[in-house]
């Protein structure tokens, strides 16, 4: 009896992590617009990698919430005023988790970020750089 409890235990806490670790991104890469829209295009694509590969990477523009990228995860927002973006860590593994910062302005342009993980001896954050439409492509 014991044992059944203690297993429907590790059950629901395996399922618990293994849904927390499932993106709102895309594992296929957005085909990008023309710059000729009346919005700004901003790209993003989150690098893979052994280190925080289980958290999510949360994209906040403007203080919305637009995205939750896992690994080689791609994801698109536009907007029509100057910009503010912010990537931080998301659930249980974020938690400690340092963030990163970047601004633009809105000029009817498209704008490729990559996200990735900065590790240190004793942090771990995430990292946002902007980039060209070919390192974006690259970035796979």
């Known amino acids: ?4 409890k203690i297993n429907i235990f590790f ?4 399922s618990f992590f293994l849904f927390s670790c499932s993106g709102t991104g895309s594992k296929t890469r957005p085909n990008i617009s023309s710059s000729n829209t009346e919005n700004t295009n901003l790209y993003f694509v989150r690098e893979s990698g052994y280190v925080a590969s289980g958290v999510l990477a949360k994209i906040t523009v403007n203080g919305n919430e637009i995205a939750r990228l896992g690994a080689k995860e791609y994801t698109t927002h536009s907007v029509s005023d100057d ?7 998301s ?6 988790m340092g ?3 970047t ?7 498209n704008y490729f970020f990559i996200i990735g993980v900065k590790q240190n001896l004793f942090s771990t954050k995430f990292t946002i750089k902007e980039t060209t439409e070919s390192g974006y492509k690259q970035n796979q």
């Open 99 to 101: 963030g990163d910062s």
């Open 11 to 14: 059950l629901i806490l395996i």
């Open 103 to 109: 601004s633009g302005i809105s000029n009817k342009k």
């Open 1 to 4: 009896m014991n044992y059944r």
């Open 83 to 89: 910009f503010r973006i912010n990537v931080s860590g």
């Open 91 to 96: 659930g249980i593994g974020g938690i400690g």
